[in-house]
């Protein structure tokens, strides 16, 4: 946002930046009550993390000896709050600063913050309650009462919609999403590129399975959904969750699942793997991924995979505060109330 310091834009714009105070503070106030501990996870971190089309920011750590060793700031405190829960923490959360390079716009700051939570020994089905009930404190805090973003309304009272991913391609896109994905989870990319341009769509050459799945999602299922109520977005494909446990009825999908209020996004949610061997799997494949696609790998942290081993069953959760603040507030953008909005 062009000159935010200046005191008439920064006067058209603290209502909203008062509404974000009180909605932290309602939501903190929430956890503290369910014996909720806040954590403050470093930021710097050996790995940003090992998504494919994740991208960290890097920099270098100059030890007393001068020498100098590669670190990055995290995409999300996920790695060192899951060391928490396998160092004895049973119920953890953290309002924290994150960075995620290659995203800027209206849904989107490279600096943002995350509220991030963990449940052990609780279903995964527990985090969708509970972010129904952050987004009606978000609502009742800004004095709104619903959520809005542009022409679009939620109301966070109603009781949320609960659709799975193949139920939603098939309403929204016409295709059958679990006929393109083989028993044993592995994915048939042809048969998505048929299935789409039987739907009337169209796929570049190379395109991957997960390519064409974004795209569908992006283009058909996405804007149907948190429309007049919440949408829970559920079983994603195993390929598409690569840090949760798959369901056990049907191998071809995985626990996690994401929300939506006026067709954005808020909330990403796992049944949390635990086991380090297929974890280590999933990281490596996702690096090679990456590798393929942008010609970079980030390294894995070793600690973190040591520390599966000990991490007991848990659900775990990360929702974009910025963007539930501007849906409370009904504001355009992200940068409307973010305090001091980054540069450029």
Not at 324 to 331: C, E, I, K, S
Request: aromatic share 8%; net charge negative.
């Amino acid at each position: 946002m062009d000159q935010w310091w200046r005191p008439e834009v920064h006067e058209g714009r603290r209502a909203g930046l008062m509404a974000r105070n009180r909605i932290r503070q309602a939501i903190g106030g929430w956890l503290a009550a369910r014996d909720f501990v806040e954590v403050d996870p470093a930021a710097l971190q050996v790995s940003p993390g090992n998504e494919a089309h994740l991208h960290g920011f890097a920099t270098t750590a100059i030890g007393n000896d001068g020498a100098g060793r590669g670190m990055y700031l995290h995409t999300s405190p996920e790695f060192a709050m899951k060391k928490l829960l396998a160092a004895g923490e049973q119920r953890i959360a953290a309002f924290t600063h994150v960075w995620r390079n290659r995203e800027r716009g209206a849904l989107h700051s490279p600096e943002f913050t995350m509220l991030e939570w963990y449940r052990v020994g609780e279903d995964y089905t527990v985090l969708m309650e509970d972010v129904a009930a952050f987004a009606r404190l978000a609502a009742e805090a800004s004095g709104a009462g619903v959520l809005r973003f542009r022409d679009r309304s939620c109301d966070p009272a109603l009781p949320f919609e609960r659709v799975s991913v193949a139920e939603a391609f098939a309403d929204h896109a016409g295709i059958d999403l679990l006929a393109t994905i083989r028993a044993d989870g592995t994915t048939d990319a042809p048969a998505l590129r048929a299935a789409m341009e039987a739907a009337g769509m169209k796929a570049a050459p190379d395109d991957t399975w997960s390519d064409m799945l974004s795209r569908v999602l992006v283009e058909r299922v996405e804007p149907h959904l948190g429309h007049g109520r919440l949408t829970v977005l559920d079983r994603y494909p195993a390929a598409e969750a690569a840090l949760a446990r798959r369901c056990p009825d049907d191998p071809r999908v995985a626990e996690r699942f994401e929300v939506y209020a006026c067709g954005v996004e808020l909330a990403n949610g796992f049944g949390e793997l635990t086991d380090p061997a297929e974890q280590r799997r999933r990281f490596e494949a996702e690096m090679d991924e990456k590798a393929r696609v942008y010609g970079e790998r980030y390294p894995l942290d070793e600690e973190f995979l040591a520390a599966l081993a000990l991490m007991p069953a848990a659900s775990g959760i990360a929702m974009g505060f910025d963007r539930l603040v501007m849906l409370a507030t009904g504001a355009p953008s992200i940068d409307h109330i973010l305090w001091t909005p980054v540069a450029g």
